[in-house]
Nanobody
Framework: QVQLVESGGGLVQPGGSLRLFCTASGEIYSIFDMAWYRQAPGAERELVALISSIGRLNIGDSVKGRVTISRDDAKKAVDLQMNDLKPEDTAVYYC???????????????WGQGTQVTVSS
């Protein structure tokens, strides 16, 4: 089994910063894409940022210029640095990894349990 555990969410004032962390554990042979998604109440889940195994980035339009995603394959971890946070960034943030569990298996998407980010004064 594979588990993703997120941390780093919380309450922050507009204009502030937060750093989210996600670490994977379990039977893991390799990890392809690592990403952060978010879902606000009543809205669909949307991509915040993605980093591929070769470092290719895909950043959501609503957060471009304000977020940095980084990965550490040795630690099976992905971080998300968010700056200049706005009330509209309030959402549950989910970590996502595309994992191959063994050398012969296919890649499977795994999700964390989510961490709440609230931007409010």
């Amino acid at each position: 089994q594979v588990q993703l555990v997120e941390s780093g969410g919380g309450l922050v004032q507009p204009g502030g910063s937060l750093r989210l962390f996600c670490t994977a554990s379990g039977e893991i042979y390799s990890i392809f894409d690592m990403a952060w998604y978010r879902q606000a109440p009543g809205a669909e889940r949307e991509l915040v940022a993605l980093i591929s195994s070769i470092g290719r980035l895909n950043i959501g339009d609503s957060v471009k210029g304000r977020v940095t995603i980084s990965r550490d394959d040795a630690k099976k971890a992905v971080d998300l640095q968010m700056n200049d946070l706005k009330p509209e960034d309030t959402a549950v943030y989910y970590c996502n990894m595309e994992v191959r569990r063994t050398i012969t298996s296919f890649e499977v998407d795994y999700w964390g349990q989510g961490t709440q980010v609230t931007v409010s004064s």
